[in-house]
């Protein structure tokens, strides 16, 4: 992928119209799931937010349209991606790494919140992208406890640590959490009623106390099936996708 080079790129809105960001034409594009994520994390302006495998930078650039005045970081293996990661916003501080072998002045700093959309897929159990960028984003190559351990040490003392999965890698999320990390939450999110839940989102505090807590099925879509074309998502998702709305829980 050749970053400047315009036919190979789109830029598409997001969040309404809010917020517009370069993405590739082919290769790994950025969906709902990071938009979900953003709007998830209960940050206020003036926090130090950390984004591990942060792509064209959706989850991160999605929150700090949401919640003014926040330092967002960056860290992403891909050169192009990262490239385009600092030209949707130069004042995003993207660092050009994997997220197990980050400089030392990274490792060095404390969030308050780190928030990350791994890989969802083993490939042991599953086929392989053919196009490189959406395999790397796609696909586990890193371990997801690595992940999750990675974003345990650089939060400050009661940092949040934010994740978005698929819902049967729950029990390895929940696994994977260091000893110092508490008061667990998780949103399962379903794509409508009566459906089981495809995806997850967990939270989990740095020194944490609280009781672990399930809640309630988000529902994406209006209805039982889907019947026809159009947009369908609930007036809960369709705030957040259209009016950059916060989806506290």
Sequence with gaps: MDVYDPDALTRDAFLGGKL?????????????????LAATVPAQAGQRV???????????????????GLQLTGVEIQPAY????R???????????????????????????????????????????????????LGEATPLETWVKIAAKRLAPKGQAHFIH?????????????????????????????RMAELVILRARKSGRGAFRLNAPLIMH????HLSDGDSYVPEIRAVLREGAALPF
């Design 166 to 194: 698929r819902a049967e890698r729950l029990p390895d999320l929940i696994r994977s959490l260091p000893h110092d990390m508490g008061s667990i939450e998780v949103l399962p999110i379903a794509p409508r009623i009566g």
């Design 82 to 85: 990262a490239a385009l990661a």
């Design 87 to 137: 030209r949707n916003n130069p004042a995003f501080e993207v660092v050009e790494a994997d997220i197990d072998a980050m400089p030392l002045a990274l490792r060095q700093r404390q969030f308050d919140h780190v928030l990350a959309n791994p890989p969802y897929f083993d490939r042991h159990a599953s086929v392989a992208a053919t196009n490189s960028g959406r395999e790397t984003a």
């Design 222 to 225: 209006e209805g039982a099936q």
């Design 50 to 68: 950390l984004e591990l495998g942060c792509g064209v930078g959706a989850a991160s650039l999605c929150l700090g349209a949401r919640v003014p």
């Design 20 to 36: 517009h960001l370069w993405q590739p034409r082919k290769g790994y594009r950025a969906g709902v799931d990071p938009v979900l």
